[in-house]
């Protein structure tokens, strides 16, 4: 903060997840500067944190009135931002007609003396709590608050990192605020202490049998319409032929004009261009030239993509002549009518603007399943033979209860086709109705607090009350307990306000070890150091709900030291329906930016920090279920395990990098040309490639032979009978070694030249002689796992440069799709038998290639010719095979249309590749 004083900044912007400490940096900055201070905040829990932080200065008492006569005074940002009632809805929407008046016009009064009693109080030390909330809602009226005070100092505090902010968001940041003064990652401070250590997991569920039924329904919806935009004619012109028209690829022609290459085609429309290659994967549609199918394009179409295309097919094509008079346009409107129709299988409708996101039938039986609840009941009683009295529970649900769906009709359209939906679950009275049930789970004494009502089992609220009696006896002489719906009750005259602070400190000395609230009143602002697990049940997945959520279970408890959470996400997914995995692509995005330990020790990015087999991009099957939930639990119980890797990391850069992890196909043994264990750079691992187990095969056959003539000589076998033998033995075991270490050598030699990491040392040169890349293969570092997977990546690079050689990477040792550039590979075969040994004696151990295989130039490195000539010089060093001069063949030239018809689909390396963003 001084440093940015000194250097005449006024307006500070610091990011800190939720307990790390934002309260008392901001109370610091008031005593330092010595200004009188306003502090804004989203509601009045986290004002009384302020007041009661300030106050522990032993300084005057914080004010929380509007005319600021005290030196400290802590507000919530509606004392500000109260708009007059012909305008609140659209500022809490955002959605303001142009032109609009100024924001500060339209605020009520209120909120008009307070701005100028800011703009009156002398210099002033503004602190904006949580200020993510402004840019959601009220950033432009903010932009014109800080224009009255061009002389106050403004501190904006925020747990939302910039890299999860939109992109409006991170504008508007760094007009108001300037570059971020400070960040501290939750990586970072759980190593250094400041935070628990804790482990992302997930329990998988699949929907009850009423569910499925439905959902059964609505997928053969769904099926019939793919069938129909795959028939020929279905439509003035047909959708694969259309999107064949729109994508073209490389050197043609496209709906758009011109287009040179697929990536300025992708880069221009980069979500349809993804959903275009999935149906190319699936062999829907033919791959356009020049496209890559990478990691998150070796998927089925989801239910997204279906939106994108059929939505530039109808816009593009079908609506236009739809709308023609007469016969000509009568087939078009055919097509609209059943699309409309249809659409609402996938969770969309069709409008005139195009498809929009419906109301989501299918995605809200997944995302509210009942099977959830039975979930919730397996995950506590887990965490309650684990900690045994140290177990604290936290369910985050959306609702209290389940009425944000009803019983209703799929279609929105008064058609006869539509079906009722299974009733609504996923509510926090209906999990707590499922713990009761669970004879473990109940042993918790779970209670549900929500901003109206109170429950639990009739003994759980009887304890409460007693414990009330003991504390607060006034206010438990007013309280009685009613029976209702299975559960208990209990009312009163107390409202949410006191009952939240009362039954935290009740969760806290252990009167009930598991609570059940929705976000709203037990997110944000909501303190409990003592959580030990957190199990989330939300539809969020917005940056700001997902810190939230998450930061309610990584407080360190100063009463428990060795602390370490674990934050659950029960996710439901259905393999029968194209919109089936909604849940787990909401699971992703609420793990996309954020960083947890894997099984393995590794702090990896996304679901791939949950489970290093997790892709975001699909689900596991359901018959694979059982073993996550399973290898999940097992997990759990191991929290020694999980604190371990933490405090592994010791001394870190907290830098994020990008690293390819491979393995190869259908075996889990690590590649041959790598180090068994450990990470290691260039030199160590192409030292150990060199030392072949093959070569010791050649000694068996005469080891065998001098045993078996030993044997029978022992047997007593005439002298002339056991020399022959003998001769006979030795002499074909000398051929079989000879030809075992002619084949060894063979098979060395070629290996030794052209492995996986050879491979990965010449995009690493190719990148740095082209100038996209700081570093060459000096800085690659290679890392095998337990497991046998083996990740490749650069060191001390930033994540652009790094996040380039992995893409660069994938491509190379990927089935070849439609590249722009190729380079050869020489490869030796290792045949067997006398043509291994007559090949194996006229090598003498140098390499002999008899083939090739064909590689993509990174499509990073295949824009220009000089470009894929710097990787072509690169992997000439690397991966010639047998020094052959290696050259780019152009992909449409006549060369290059030869090695495209006979190796296109070829897997060179036979592994799997996924790119995965890592903290260290």
């Known amino acids: 903060m001084r440093r940015a004083s000194e250097a005449g900044s006024r307006r500070w912007w610091v990011t800190m997840p939720p307990g790390a400490g934002k309260t008392l940096v901001g109370t610091e900055v008031a005593r330092l500067l010595g200004l009188r201070t306003l502090v804004l905040s989203p509601n009045t829990a986290i004002t009384a944190q302020w007041a009661h932080t300030w106050e522990s200065y032993d300084g005057p008492p914080a004010g929380n009135r509007r005319d600021l006569r005290s030196s400290f005074t ?104 300037g570059p971020v003064l400070y960040e501290a990652t939750i990586p970072a401070l759980v190593a250094a202490g400041t935070l628990a250590p804790y482990a992302e997991l997930a329990w998988l569920v699949e929907p009850t049998p009423e569910e499925a039924a439905w959902l059964a329904e609505q997928s053969t919806r769904f099926a019939e319409l793919t069938s129909d935009l795959f028939a020929p004619g279905f439509g003035s012109t047909p959708f694969p032929t259309w999107l064949q028209h729109r994508f073209p690829g490389d050197s043609e022609a496209g709906a758009d004009g011109p287009a040179t290459t697929w990536a300025e085609q992708s880069t221009r429309e980069p979500e349809l261009a993804d959903a275009v290659l999935r149906l190319a994967h699936a062999e829907l549609l033919a791959l356009p030239p020049g496209a890559v199918l990478l990691e998150r394009h070796r998927e089925d179409p989801g239910a997204d993509d279906w939106r994108v295309l059929v939505d530039d097919w109808l816009r593009g094509c079908i609506q236009p002549r739809a709308e023609v008079e007469g016969a000509d346009g009568a087939g078009d409107r055919d097509v609209l009518e059943t699309v409309r129709r249809t659409l609402p299988a996938i969770g969309y409708t069709w409008t005139r603007r195009g498809v929009r996101t419906g109301r989501g039938t299918v995605d809200r039986v997944t995302a509210r399943s009942r099977a959830k609840e039975a979930a919730v009941a397996g995950i506590a009683a887990a965490e309650a033979r684990n900690l045994g ?103 009163g005259r107390w409202t949410s306000g006191a009952w939240v602070g009362h039954l935290t400190r009740w969760f806290a000395e252990g009167g009930t070890q598991c609570l059940i609230g929705t976000r709203s009143l037990l997110g944000e602002g909501w303190d409990a150091p003592c959580v030990t697990s957190l199990v989330d049940l939300t539809t969020a997945t917005t940056p700001t709900a997902v810190v939230q959520t998450r930061g309610r279970a990584l407080r360190t408890d100063p009463d428990h030291p060795d602390k370490v959470a674990l934050v659950w996400t029960v996710v439901c997914t259905y393999d ?54 399973a290898r999940m639990l097992v997990r759990a119980e191991d929290r020694d395990a999980i604190r371990s890797q933490w405090r592994s990391c010791g001394e870190v850069a907290d830098a994020v990098g990008h690293v390819v992890r491979v393995r190869r196909t259908g075996t889990g043994a690590a590649p041959a040309d790598e180090p068994r264990t450990g990470t290691t750079g260039l030199t160590s691992w192409t030292e150990q490639s ?114 380039r050689f992995a893409t660069a990477f994938e491509e190379v040792v990927s089935p070849m799709a439609s590249p722009r550039y190729v380079v050869p590979r020489r490869v030796t075969s290792a045949p067997a038998g006398l043509d291994g040994l007559k090949r194996g004696l006229r090598s003498r151990g140098r390499h002999q290639p008899d083939g090739e295989v064909w590689h993509t130039v990174p499509s990073a490195l295949a824009g220009q010719r000089t470009a894929a000539d710097a990787f072509a010089g690169a992997w000439h060093h690397w991966a010639s095979g047998d020094g052959t001069t290696v050259k780019a063949v152009y992909a449409q030239s006549p060369d290059g249309a030869g090695v495209l018809a006979t190796h296109r689909g070829e897997d060179p390396f036979a592994v799997t590749c996924v790119v995965r963003r890592v903290w260290s």
């Open 389 to 491: 009295d140290r177990t604290r529970v936290l369910v985050l649900c959306d609702h209290e209860r389940a009425t944000a769906t009803t019983r209703r009709r799929l279609s929105d359209g008064p058609t006869d086709e539509g079906t009722a939906t299974p009733e609504p679950a996923g509510s926090a009275l209906g999990v707590l109705a499922s713990l009761l049930r669970h004879r473990d789970a109940a042993a918790l004494r779970p209670v549900l607090v929500t901003g109206r009502t109170v429950a639990a089992s009739h003994s759980t609220l009887a304890a409460l009350v007693d414990w009330l009696r003991r504390t607060h006896p006034m206010l438990a002489g007013g309280l009685r307990i009613e029976d209702a719906d299975g559960v208990a009750v209990l009312t």
């Open 74 to 177: 802590s507000l919530t940002y509606q004392s500000l931002a109260v708009f007059d009632d012909d305008d609140r809805e659209a500022a809490e929407t955002g959605d303001v007609e142009e032109p609009s008046p100024s924001h500060l016009d339209r605020l009520h009064p209120h909120g008009r003396d307070l701005v100028e009693t800011m703009r009156e109080a002398g210099p002033l030390l503004v602190v904006l709590d949580e200020c993510h909330h402004l840019l959601e809602v009220w950033g432009e009226l903010l932009r014109e608050v800080l224009d009255q005070l061009p002389e106050a100092v403004v501190l904006g505090l925020t747990a939302t990192p910039p890299g999860a902010m939109t992109r409006a968001q991170v504008d508007l940041t760094a007009e108001l605020f």
């Open 576 to 629: 029968g329906h194209v919109a089936g995995a909604g849940d787990w692509d909401r699971f992703s995005r609420k793990h996309r930016g954020y960083f947890t330990v894997d099984e393995q020790g590794e702090v990896v990015d996304g679901v791939a920090g949950v489970d290093s087999a997790f892709s975001e991009f699909h689900p596991p099957p359901a018959d694979a279920h059982d073993a996550i939930d």
């Open 690 to 803: 060199s030392r072949r187990p093959g070569a010791r095969l050649a000694a068996v056959p005469p080891v065998v032979a001098v045993v078996l003539v030993a044997t029978l000589a022992l047997l007593g076998l005439p002298l002339a009978a056991v020399v022959v033998l003998g001769v006979l033995l030795l002499g074909a075991a000398a051929v079989a070694a000879v030809a075992l270490l002619g084949r060894a050598t063979l098979q060395g030699a070629s290996q030794h030249r052209v492995g996986l990491g050879h491979a990965a040392a010449a995009v690493a040169d190719g990148l740095h002689r082209a100038g996209l890349s700081p570093v060459g293969s000096d800085a690659l570092r290679v890392q095998v796992a337990a497991d046998g997977t083996t990740s490749y990546g650069l060191a001390d690079v930033d994540e652009d440069v790094s996040a």
